[in-house]
Structures are given as C-alpha cells and as structure tokens.
C-alpha cells in the first residue's frame, strides 16, 4: 500500500515494516525496484515528519506528544532504521544464522500477521487447554 505524503509516495508502515524485514531475511529475493522504494519512503516518512515536528514546535510545544499519531510515526521509523542500521553492521547475522539453522520463520518471530496459520491457532489453543487442566489457580 502507497501513501502519498505531500505530492510523494510512500509505503504505509505495515509495508515498509514487511520490506525491511525482506531484506535483511531475503536479500537475494529483494529487487532493485523494491530497495529504493524502501529507501525512497523512510526518506519520504523522515522529511514528513520534521516537517510536523517544526509545526509542532512553532506551537510552543517541544516535540510529539506521547501517543499522538506523528509519535507513534516517529518510533515505527526508528524500529524500522535500528533494524536496518543492525543489519548493516552485522548485529543480526547471529539471529539470522539461528533462525536457518532452528527452521524459525523470522515473519511468526516479528509477528507479521499473515504468517501465522490455523493450524497455528489450533496448536495454541491445545496448549492453553493444557496449561489450564495443570495450572488452574492461574485462570480463576
């Protein structure tokens, strides 16, 4: 999904979240198309969001509020650049290498919606019937 920000395009966050994981996880699936278009958008969101924040403060106020929407913008980017920046510098190779060698589906670890099954649910759901039947001080 696009957003256009200010006569630019985007990737709303859930799609720029999706394509960053791809490619620190999939790098040899990414295309040329989809690098700059993941670049392209935290540059896009980044310049947007100074721009609210310069209107923020021309209002008297310091910077976002807490749990305002451009906040909530603001720590998406961050995640999605600390991931990056990480990769970059070799900070996820141990995981990465973990992940290949457990068989872990790095989308169910960064809990990407469609990743997850209904086998999965199923699955989750014996094993909260279990823990009920052997905990049940837990569930009263």
């Avoid at 540059?43 to 451009?70: C, M, Q, T, Y």
Wanted: with cysteine; net charge negative.
């Amino acid at each position: 999904m696009v957003v256009i920000i200010k006569s630019k395009e985007a990737l709303s966050f859930p799609a720029l979240n999706r394509l960053a994981l791809k490619s620190i996880y999939e790098p040899q699936n990414m295309t040329m198309t989809e690098e700059t278009q993941l670049h392209q958008s935290i540059v896009n969101w980044a310049n947007h969001l100074e721009v609210r924040r310069d209107l923020v403060r021309a209002k008297g106020i310091p910077d976002f509020e807490v749990g305002s929407v451009d906040y909530e913008y603001q720590i998406c980017l961050e995640v999605i650049g600390s991931l990056l920046k990480k990769n970059e510098d070799g900070g996820l190779e141990q995981r990465k290498e973990s992940f290949k060698r457990h068989n872990i589906d790095y989308k169910k670890f960064h809990r990407l919606p469609e990743s997850y099954k209904a086998e999965d649910f199923a699955r989750g759901q014996a094993i909260l019937e279990e823990h009920k039947k052997t905990n049940p001080e837990d569930y009263e």
